[in-house]
């Protein structure tokens, strides 16, 4: 089992749309949870940390469920800018380490 | 504003050769880390380092070698390049004072052995 995994996608939305991803870890004893973006070709953005009580920055809103070791990321109003891939992080234990999802496709259409 | 910073961005090198990229950040982060990025691997730690003179090893740090004299820069060798290890190298820092362990990228080199 793969300690971070995510669906590959592609997930095509149109302008507007709500979409969600989910992510899952292995390792319970992880403490620190990201979601990064990364554009073609670019490196990796931190997007936003997860907090376990949940936590909004603009139309984007992540959460993290620690009994069933799964985070969400929530991205509503959709733009075009969006499109990107969307990469779960999780640290290791506790340590700086960070362990990286394959990361979710995300494109969205006019 | 700086903040981290890769050498080259492009290289081409031949199999056998020695090969350096750099790494340099401006934050005075402690820790610097070395990943590199293929299709369906996602991204795998390759060495990490936790201050001057200390490094350890990631999950693929098979010929690689990394030094760090300074606390801003972080050089990753190939010591005999492989075809293998064509590949996008990215380096990070992140800052342990917070305890929050979030991690900045640089740009990222692409390497390809020939």
New interface residues.
């Given amino acids: 089992r793969k300690e971070v995994e995510q669906d590959p996608g592609p997930f095509n939305v149109p302008e507007g749309a709500t979409v969600a991803f989910n992510c899952t870890y292995s390792n319970s004893a992880s403490?620190?949870f990201?979601w990064y973006r990364q554009d073609c070709?670019?490196?990796?953005?931190?997007l936003m940390?997860v907090y376990s009580s949940g936590n909004e920055d603009g139309r984007f809103t992540a959460q993290l469920n620690r009994a069933s070791q799964y985070i969400s990321l929530l991205i509503r109003d959709s733009k075009l800018s969006d499109s990107a891939t969307y990469?779960c992080v999780v640290?290791v234990e506790d340590?700086?380490?960070?362990i990286?999802?394959?990361?979710t496709r995300l494109q969205v259409f006019p | 504003d700086a903040g981290i910073t890769q050498s080259p961005r492009y290289k081409i090198t031949e199999t056998g050769r020695q090969v350096t990229l750099m790494c340099h950040q401006t934050w005075s982060h402690s820790?610097m880390?070395w990943?590199r990025q293929d299709l369906?691997?996602?991204?795998r730690?390759i060495y990490?380092s936790?201050a001057a003179d200390i490094t350890d090893k990631?999950e693929v740090p098979d010929g690689y070698v990394v030094s760090r004299s300074k606390t801003e820069n972080f050089p990753l060798t190939l010591e005999s390049a492989t075809r293998s290890q064509t590949s996008?190298y990215?380096c990070a820092s992140?800052s342990?004072d917070r305890g929050?362990?979030?991690?900045?990228?640089?740009?990222?080199t692409r390497l390809t052995v020939t």
């Fill in positions: 403490q620190s990201f070709r670019k490196e990796p953005k931190l940390s990469l640290n340590t700086d380490k960070l990286f999802g394959t990361g | 820790y880390f990943y369906g691997h996602g991204l730690l990490y936790a990631g996008v990215f992140s342990s929050t362990y979030e991690q900045y990228f640089g740009p990222g």
